[in-house]
């Protein structure tokens, strides 16, 4: 059966989630703002769950139309064939956000949604009553100008909770952005890759799970499989087949430093409760001794590899120059070993001008949470390629 399917993704990721959908052979049909439409079919919901790793959720999409009245939106809902995918025991829930639209009222317009699938299926069902005691559907409509769009969620929890991470530190990236910071660098599984703050761990792991191709909703549960509408065999022979495609042969180079001890087996946890632990050297060292180029630590590093860092960006007076000394330390060292390369994000709009002395090669603006930040990408001369 063709579907419309529609990847969830933070502002600015879209790119990097659309070179994932198609990766995955399906087709884009539009990209917008926070999503990216393709189509597949039942086997298209599974594989986007378990294999995505930048995408929030993977929503499968029931219409797009027109509402500037109630009655429009009551109308076009409850001619959509609810049947085939909610059963006479399945638990629905909606969930409406309204933006710029003359339907500004998301109460009525949760109201309006709900009345018109279940008058839909009462037809369908010839019931009154809906003992909701099964499967869940979570359904979302997203007004913007009078354009709605409905779709249901297949992911349950978003994807960025894969599971592993359950010790925290303060202030963590989510596990679906880190794969993005590493999918926007030039990084190979076969180069170095330093992490020098790196607090739970989350980019570390995220790189050791790309380099053993590691699905990264292999370990989780997902809305949709408790669905009629996809038959039980799918799941697993897309698990199996996930399973199957693991890498273990590569040799991977990738080092997790925090100068917090508790941050320091945080992420040494977390990696080992998502199976790479043996792919990461963890140090609980200060990074201004690991990247001093005056140090005996340093000269222990290859010749060229790519930092990719999260570092912490309070606005306190002690925040403040625990973050200057962190630029001072990364842009020293770039400028002493000119291979290397530095990914970094940060709310701090001073990174070029004051720290590295020069514009960054790229920059994109990104959101981690609600907080607007941008990814700085500061080029080193680029690795021969091995013949």
């Known amino acids: 059966m063709k579907l419309d399917l529609i990847a969830i993704t933070a502002f600015g990721l879209e790119a990097v989630v659309k070179r994932e959908v198609e990766a995955l052979g399906y087709k884009i049909e539009k ?11 039942e086997r298209a919901i599974v594989r986007s769950n378990l294999w995505l790793r930048t995408a929030d959720r993977v929503m499968l999409k029931m219409g797009e139309f027109r509402a500037e009245e109630s009655e429009d939106l009551f109308q076009t809902v ?13 638990k629905f829930t909606v969930l409406v956000s309204t933006v710029k639209s003359k339907l500004r009222s998301e109460p009525v317009n949760q109201k309006t949604v709900k009345k018109a699938i279940v008058c839909r ?36 929890e978003a994807l960025h909770k894969r599971g592993y991470r359950t010790e925290a530190v303060p202030a963590p990236i989510k596990e679906t952005l880190a794969a993005a910071m590493i999918q ?13 703050c790196t607090g739970s761990g989350t980019i570390p792991i995220e790189a050791a799970m790309i380099g053993r191709n590691i699905a990264p909703g292999l370990s989780r549960h997902f809305a949709s499989e408790e669905w009629d509408f996809i038959p039980k065999n799918l799941w697993k022979e897309e698990r199996t087949a996930a399973y199957q495609a693991i890498d273990y042969s590569r040799e991977l180079h990738i080092t997790a430093c925090d100068i917090s001890a508790h941050a ?124």
């Open 264 to 387: 320091y087996h945080a992420a040494k946890i977390n990696a080992e409760n998502a199976g790479v632990d043996e792919d990461i050297r963890f140090l609980n060292n200060n990074m201004a001794d690991l990247l001093d180029p005056e140090s005996a630590d340093v000269s222990a590093l290859p010749p060229s590899g790519i930092i990719i860092m999260n570092p912490p960006y309070g606005e306190r007076i002690g925040d403040r120059k625990i973050q200057e000394k962190i630029y001072r330390t990364v842009s020293d060292f770039y400028q002493a070993r000119p291979d290397w390369s530095v990914f970094m994000i940060t709310s701090d709009e001073t990174i070029e001008k004051k720290w590295f002395k020069r514009p960054a090669d790229r920059r994109r603006k990104l959101y981690n949470g609600h907080l607007k930040v941008c990814y700085y990408q500061f080029h080193g001369k680029r690795p021969e390629r091995k013949k």
């Open 121 to 156: 299926l009462s037809e369908a069902y010839g019931m009154d009553h809906f003992p909701e005691t099964g499967a869940e559907y979570t359904v979302r409509l997203t007004l913007l100008k009078d354009t709605a769009v409905v779709a249901v969620d297949t992911s349950g």
């Open 78 to 90: 409850k001619g959509m064939a609810w049947e085939e995918l909610i059963p006479p025991d399945g």
């Open 184 to 196: 926007l660098t030039f990084w190979h599984p076969d180069r170095y890759l330093l992490d020098p």
């Open 31 to 41: 990209t917008e703002n926070g999503k990216v439409t393709y189509t597949g079919d």
